[in-house]
């Protein structure tokens, strides 16, 4: 059976620190996080970007994950940007229904621009 866990509240530095380790598990957790509490918007645009890009295809969900989530919380994002890099993610195939449902995160919740 499936426990839902609610991300834990990570320190940016703490976040940073954990993405340079080679642990895919804490690597997706501090991504997770990011969707889910406030941090600076450009530092979590970059860090998202970067990480739906990765050759891991969990860190890569993760990204994606999390995007939809800071979607939902903060509403404020390059949706341009955003669906470009949606377009380009190495594991596009395999993550297809993880993309879709942030393009409809994107068209629900995103402040139009």
Same mark, same amino acid.
């Given at each position: 059976m499936l426990e839902y866990k609610q991300p834990e509240?990570?320190?940016p530095q703490k976040i940073i620190d954990i993405l340079e380790? #080679?642990?895919i598990n804490d690597i997706c957790n501090a991504i997770i996080s %990011? +969707?889910?509490? #406030?941090y600076e918007k450009k530092w979590t645009e970059d860090i998202l970007l970067k990480n739906?890009?990765?050759d891991n295809l969990d860190i890569a969900s993760a990204a994606i994950t999390s995007l +939809?989530?800071?979607i939902r919380t903060h509403r404020d994002i390059d949706t341009k940007?955003?669906?470009k890099a949606l377009?380009? %993610?190495p594991f596009r195939l395999q993550l297809q229904g993880i993309i879709q449902d942030v393009?409809?995160?994107?068209? %629900?919740?995103a402040k139009p621009q």
């Open positions: 509240n990570l320190p380790t #080679e642990n %990011i +969707g889910f509490y #406030e739906n890009n990765s +939809g989530h800071a940007k955003w669906l377009d380009s %993610i393009i409809d995160d994107i068209s %629900i919740y």
